[in-house]
Nanobody, 123 residues
Framework: QVQLVESGGGLVQPGGSLRLSCEAS????????MGWFRQVPGKDREFLAV????????NYADSVRGRFTISRDNAKNTVYLQMNSLEREDTGIYCCAGSGRSRPSSSCEYEHWGQGARVTVSS
């Protein structure tokens, strides 16, 4: 049984930082491209960042490029999202996802999803 479990969410002031973690089990983590997405009520799920299993190439949404950094530790079956310079608009549920494709082009190409971690940016 595949499980993706996010942690590290919470309340942070604007301009602050958080690091999210997503630990995977039940899959060969080193063969999965891992992504982070954000869900806000009333809006479509938003892609944030992805790191390929094949060459560790990273890609980011324009809204977070330069502020967020995705990384992975295959020895720990964990993917991270370092979030800096957080803004109120970053508030939402952050989900990690795994894809067997090296370059998934949409959320539909991710087979496995975590339950999400809540991030609230507020003063």
């Amino acid at each position: 049984q595949v499980q993706l479990v996010e942690s590290g969410g919470g309340l942070v002031q604007p301009g602050g930082s958080l690091r999210l973690s997503c630990e995977a089990s039940g899959l060969r983590f080193n063969l999965y491209t891992m992504g982070w997405f954000r869900q806000v009520p009333g809006k479509d799920r938003e892609f944030l960042a992805v790191v390929s299993y094949r060459d560790r190439r990273e890609n980011y949404a324009d809204s977070v490029r330069g502020r967020f950094t995705i990384s992975r530790d295959n020895a720990k079956n964990t993917v991270y999202l370092q979030m800096n310079s957080l803004e109120r608009e970053d508030t939402g549920i952050y989900c990690c996802a795994g894809s067997g494709r090296s370059r998934p082009s949409s959320s539909c190409e991710y087979e496995h999803w975590g339950q999400g971690a809540r991030v609230t940016v507020s003063s």
